[in-house]
């Protein structure tokens, strides 16, 4: 079974400029999560699909970022426009359970490494 | 309080060492633990699941009190290999999705 994909690897940025992240979860994987992480820092979750409907974007800053999964199946991560303090990990993971992660845990894509300078 | 907490670390530890990390959630809801291990510049993959009765894989034991709301990792006879940041992680109380702690970094040192 593929895993989950991520592009790109490295991103390297100044601040105001757009940059997008693009990941492709595990097939038939329904729920889809991005989560940010700051060096010294856990994950933090940013946004969850269901499909390609939102479940929960309490933590995403809308006014600089924004996702989308159209087709239920890949999703891209936008911000528009950086902010030095943007500077982290960007991890995508997908889960085979229409709501909530699954009981075994997930698995995150390898992450995007974005910086901004 | 942050809904996760972990010892800070680093743990510097001898090959051959037990080590234990404690962590700690605010939810009372929360039904599934987990331990992640994350390696330097790499995603975090799961390590092991936490069960109410305590589980054991190999040189790994976790536990679960659910009254003190705290969970915690063993590792017994380290390992050079198991360098690496533990991340502690708790589905949220609605059960919607997983909230990671902060991670406590281990060095295995020769």
């Known amino acids: 079974e593929a895993g989950v994909a991520q592009s790109p690897r490295y991103k390297i940025i100044e601040k105001r400029q757009s940059v997008a992240f693009w990941c492709n979860p595990i097939?038939?994987?329904?729920?889809l999560y991005w989560y940010q992480q700051i060096l010294g820092q856990g994950p933090k979750l940013l946004i969850q699909?269901?499909?390609?409907?939102?479940?929960?974007d309490s933590q995403l800053p809308k006014d600089r970022f924004s996702a989308e999964r159209l087709k239920g199946v890949d999703s891209t991560l936008k911000i528009q426009p950086a902010k030095l303090e943007d500077s982290a990990v960007y991890l995508c993971?997908?889960?085979?359970?229409?709501?909530?992660?699954?009981?075994?845990?997930?698995?995150f894509g390898s992450g995007t490494r974005l910086t901004v300078v | 309080r942050k809904e996760v907490e972990q010892d800070p670390g680093p743990f510097n530890v001898p090959e051959g060492a037990t080590v234990a990390f404690n962590c700690t959630y605010s939810?009372?809801?929360?039904?599934?633990f987990f331990w992640y291990r994350q390696d330097c510049r790499k995603e975090p993959k799961l390590l092991m699941s936490v069960y109410s009765s305590g589980n054991e894989d190999g040189r790994f034991t976790a536990q679960l009190n659910r009254a003190s709301q705290y969970i915690s990792l063993l590792i017994r006879d380290s390992k050079l290999s198991d360098s690496a940041t533990y991340l502690c992680v708790v589905n949220s109380g609605d059960g919607q999705n997983f909230v990671f702690g902060p991670g406590t970094r281990l060095s295995v040192l020769p």
């Open positions: 939810n009372s809801a929360s039904q599934s």
């Open positions: 097939s038939g994987h329904a729920t």
């Open positions: 699909f269901q499909n390609n409907g939102v479940v929960d």
């Open positions: 993971a997908s889960s085979l359970r229409d709501r909530g992660p699954p009981s075994y845990g997930y698995t």
